[in-house]
């Protein structure tokens, strides 16, 4: 369940105090722990639980792949969720952490394709429309078409779980567009640099130090705020149509 209904009140036109209903999502902990000792406690909208955890994991550099997990079981309790993960032979837990790759990605994407993108999301992103309160992570293939979409209370968390998914079913990153709704910043740069995900695309200006990672490691990055675009980095991926 990623929502509940509430309500809330307001006054009328004739001053009246009255109550209506709504629908609030839902954020709840997830611990994280391995190998029985915790990790981290993430705030998040309780969907694709093993998603969140797996793509956590590979953008922390625990894992490289699902297969370096040896256990992975979801423990629900009260308002409470627990993960308890063993990793194999323990020998990537903080070593891997701060590993990235220079993107080699050749792939051309068409700007018609990545200006459509406020338009595109709006359609999958049917937990914003009921609670106007979730961010959206999107993975696109080159020509548009949605691949996989996860909502959520945390903007960083959508991306875990779009990461995760694509490892879960074995979809590789190459030729992909992510798109977020949120924000730019180090940290979700990060993310889709440790995918090796050519083109980030956000709904707005992103940070400096998210510009600077970007170019960095040959991402091409995107904000298309305000009805129009700019790229920040390894502009030549873009192409007219």
Known sequence: MEL?????????????????????????PLDILIGGRHLTTVMFTPSMIR?????????????????????????????????HVNIKNNVHIGKNCNIFRIIEDKCKFSLSIIVKVPHI?????????????AHAGILLDKDGKNIICAEDIGR???????????????????????????????DSVSKAIKAGIAVFVCI??????AVDMARRYNMTLVDVGR???????????IILD
């Open 156 to 186: 960083h968390n959508t991306l875990d779980k779009v990461i995760g998914y694509c490892l879960l079913n074995q979809i590789p990153f190459k030729d992909k567009i992510l798109v977020s709704t949120g924000r730019a910043n180090l």
């Open 4 to 28: 509940r209904e509430d309500s809330f009140y307001r006054f009328s036109e004739d001053g009246d105090l009255i109550r209506l209903k709504n629908e609030l999502i839902l954020e709840m």
């Open 51 to 83: 998603e969140t955890v797996i793509g956590l994991l590979f953008c922390k550099g625990y894992i490289q792949r699902v297969t370096d997990i040896e256990r992975l079981d979801i423990e629900e309790d009260q308002n409470l969720f627990k993960a």
């Open 227 to 237: 009805g129009s675009y700019r790229i920040y980095s390894v502009p030549e991926r």
């Open 121 to 133: 999301i709006k359609k999958f992103q049917p937990l914003y429309m009921r609670t106007e309160a």
């Open 204 to 209: 707005s200006r992103p940070s400096a130090m």
